[in-house]
T-cell receptor
């Protein structure tokens, strides 16, 4: 059982290019999340999905889009990358969205936009 | 606005005890989480508090006071492998996690 996998592990991208970060979980969790982590800042929520077929905007959604066609996959797309999107991106999942539902994190994707 | 405050960095000695504090101001409260994150790795779940008091789990304990908007993580019998960042997060009224910037804990022999 892998838990949550993310791809790629790291990527250097030219500004203006389109990029999709992949996230797959095999725990049959209903909820999935995308965060970015920048030095000196807490994890910031980009987009989330409480269940397959639904998505919502987090704290910093601009420049990013997501889809949730099935339970397992939750890709994050940067339509036209900018240098301020240089960050470490973590995908997470949780069984549901209740009080005690713990989020489990993937290994992260380190993205550099030049 | 919503705010989670933690010290940026702390240093402790192997075998000792350290307490990492977290204060929060959020729109609603539906639980507080502590995560551990080693450098270059993903955060991993440590503890969850929703009621006031102390939750003990082996060498790690977490305390919550909802009236004071305050929590702490207590690490006992420190080991070198405890060198990591410790993240405090609060689940708000929208059931989203609001995260502190993390406390980097350095353990010295």
């Amino acid at each position: 059982i892998a838990g949550i996998t993310q791809a790629p592990t790291s990527q250097i991208l030219a500004a203006g290019r389109r990029m999709t970060l992949r996230c797959t979980q095999d725990m049959r969790h209903n909820a999935m999340y995308w965060y970015r982590q920048d030095l000196g800042l807490g994890l910031r929520l980009i987009h989330y999905s409480n269940t397959a077929g639904t998505t919502g905007k987090g704290e910093v959604p601009d420049g990013y889009s997501v889809s949730r066609a099935n339970t397992d996959d939750f890709p994050l797309t940067l339509a036209s990358a900018v240098p301020s999107q240089t960050s470490v991106y973590f995908c997470a999942s949780s069984p549901g969205t209740g009080d005690t539902d713990t989020q489990y994190f993937g290994p992260g994707t380190r993205l550099t936009v030049l | 606005g919503q705010n989670i405050d933690q010290p940026t960095e702390m240093t402790a000695t192997e075998g000792a005890i350290v307490q990492i504090n977290c204060t929060y101001q959020t729109s609603g409260f539906n639980g507080l989480f502590w995560y551990q994150q080693h450098a270059g790795e993903a955060p991993t779940f440590l503890s969850y508090n929703v009621l006031d008091g102390l939750e003990e789990k082996g060498r790690f304990s977490s305390f919550l006071s909802r009236s004071k908007g305050y929590s702490y993580l207590l690490l006992k019998e420190l080991q070198m492998k405890d060198s990591a960042s410790y993240l405090c997060a609060v689940r708000d009224s929208n059931y989203q996690l609001i995260w502190g910037a993390g406390t980097k804990l350095i353990i010295k022999p």
